[in-house]
Nanobody, 115 residues
């Protein structure tokens, strides 16, 4: 099992930047960021595999960058050029076997982007 703790959320104006962190209690091969906008379903944002390969949702490509520090067992999400539609609760998730089931989740951190 793994415990995940997100941090770094907050309020920012459109065009601004935020950096989210997700501290994991142990190493996991695959990590991902997901978000749930108000009144909407949770959606994938970005994932990173054991090789460092990243996959991004079309809506964030070119604006968001995910990375991980395997020594610190920490996942990051650098969010630039934020838009009001990026407002959501952001969650990190972990998957030891990288089969897309994401069984482990953090508690979430709120990101609010004002216009």
């Amino acid at each position: 099992q793994v415990q995940l703790v997100e941090s770094g959320g907050g309020s920012v104006q459109a065009g601004g930047s935020l950096r989210l962190s997700c501290a994991a209690s142990t190493y996991t091969a695959c990590l991902g960021w997901f978000r749930q906008p108000p009144g909407k379903e949770r959606e994938g944002v970005a994932t990173i595999g054991s090789s460092g390969k990243t996959v991004y949702a079309d809506s964030v490509k070119g604006r968001f960058t995910t990375s991980k520090d395997n020594v610190k067992n920490t996942l990051y999400l650098q969010m630039n050029s934020l838009k009001p539609e990026d407002t959501a609760v952001y969650y990190c998730a972990a998957d030891f076997v990288c089969n897309g089931r994401w069984p482990y989740w953090g508690q979430g951190t709120q990101v609010t982007v004002s216009s």
